[in-house]
């Protein structure tokens, strides 16, 4: 597969795509600028094209040279609504910005067409390579499958993999997943409260939904630590309140916003239903009407266990020992490559970006303005994600599980 001359060939052009995308973000599911640097990017190509129509998707298959199944590799490629604060000379340019690395993930995912198509002929089936819009809570991967990425090659696929890029956390280079549950599953909370507006000199003739709202918010903490077991994690943030217009007015009514994380099923059942009513019961109490809306948001990120030992054996493999680390218990950010690995086994793969100089436990996180995500590991992500196809597809073509690949190979 690629050799390190072969993908370092690429980087130059794979930092011209991504600091393009990068000075021009584009938000939701309508990316008609990134799409179009796409598509120039992958021309010349022998893939087969095919456009979203409900949102402005890209999936290109590569049909390999010997029959197979299919692997899909995905990119997402839409951008935050806050502005960024780096003072790059390539930031954005607008009220928008690449904070999750998604313009990285999509110059990977070019790079990574670029290598596979140049071993076609080796190459043991197809790859579906999903250039995908809409992550940022717009169910981008939910409706691609709706307009039938799965079935791009005329089969779906045996396995599927993404990278996530982190400019913080990790160090700079390292590859990390686990079997199992990577990231969490989240929910929306929005709590609107409605009692009796009046003066702020008689609060005794209102219903205060300033006051009830603040006793739901300190209360809900409390939620977690008597539902979700110790060993076990769920996270509840409130991100949004809005009240009022003066400072002597009680408000009739205050609304307050904010995401709910968990791991499992179970943790999450207990939590809405714990959530709702405690909402109700505190505005009981205060006199006051509260209505608790829980919106799923997105599943928990569970990895197969075989394609996660797979994608570390890969890593390990393309790049030494010294370049992965087992992820030792979940994150409780969520991802909508969910929805895939929902139908499909397959494993996302963390991939520290933090630039060399800068200590990844103090970096800026994703999705703070000020996050920087090192862009000479292009062609790392690109080789290590052609890697993973041709390699499954190779697996396959022996007609071997992973766990047997694996075991011949130990022995």
Request: aromatic share 4%; with cysteine; charged share 20%.
């Amino acid at each position: 597969m690629p050799t390190s001359t072969e993908s370092q060939a690429l980087q130059a052009d794979l930092v011209r795509l991504r600091r393009a995308i990068h000075r021009d973000p584009e938000l939701g599911l309508d990316l008609p600028r990134t799409r179009r640097r796409v598509l120039d990017a992958l021309a010349g190509l022998p893939l087969e094209l095919t456009l979203g129509q409900e949102l402005g998707s890209v999936t290109a298959v590569l049909r390999g040279g010997r029959p197979g199944p299919a692997v899909l590799l995905r990119g997402d490629m839409d951008a935050l609504p806050l502005a960024e604060r780096t003072g790059l000379d390539y930031a954005s340019r607008v009220e928008a910005m690449h904070a999750c690395g998604h313009d990285l993930h999509t110059a990977m995912l070019v790079g990574a067409a670029h290598l596979l198509a140049r071993r076609r002929e080796n190459l043991s089936g197809d790859v579906i390579f999903m250039f995908q819009p809409g992550e940022e809570g717009q169910d981008g991967a939910a409706r691609m499958i709706r307009e039938g990425v799965l079935e791009a090659a005329g089969a779906p696929p045996i396995a599927a993999y993404a990278i996530h890029v982190m400019s913080a956390r990790f160090p700079h280079g390292v590859l990390t997943t686990r079997p199992g549950a990577l990231l969490a599953g989240g929910d929306l909370l929005h709590v609107t409260v409605r009692g009796k507006g009046g003066h702020g000199s008689a609060p005794h003739l209102a219903r205060d939904t300033i006051g009830a709202a603040a006793a739901m918010i300190t209360a809900l903490p409390g939620l977690l630590t008597r539902t979700v077991a110790p060993q076990d994690t769920a996270v509840l943030t409130i991100g949004a309140i809005h009240a009022g217009s003066a400072g002597n007015v009680i408000p009739d009514s205050t609304e307050f916003r904010g995401t709910l994380r968990w791991h499992t099923p179970e943790i999450r059942d207990a939590l809405r239903a714990g959530l709702s009513g405690t909402c109700r019961s505190i505005g009981h109490a205060f006199g006051v009407e509260a209505d608790a809306h829980v919106t799923p948001y997105v599943t928990a990120t569970v990895n197969d266990a075989a394609e996660a030992a797979f994608a570390a054996d890969v890593a390990t493999a393309l790049h030494g020992p010294h370049r992965f680390e087992e992820l030792p218990q979940p994150l409780c950010a969520g991802e909508d490559f969910s929805n895939i690995l929902d139908h499909i086994p397959g494993a996302m793969i963390l991939l520290g970006t933090c630039p060399p100089d800068t200590d990844p436990a103090t970096a800026p996180d994703i999705h703070s303005p000020y996050a920087i995500f090192d862009d000479t590991i292009l062609s790392d992500g690109a080789s290590y994600l052609a890697e993973l196809a041709f390699r499954r597809l190779e697996i396959a073509a022996t007609s071997k599980t992973i766990a047997e690949q694996s075991l011949s190979h130990s022995a």
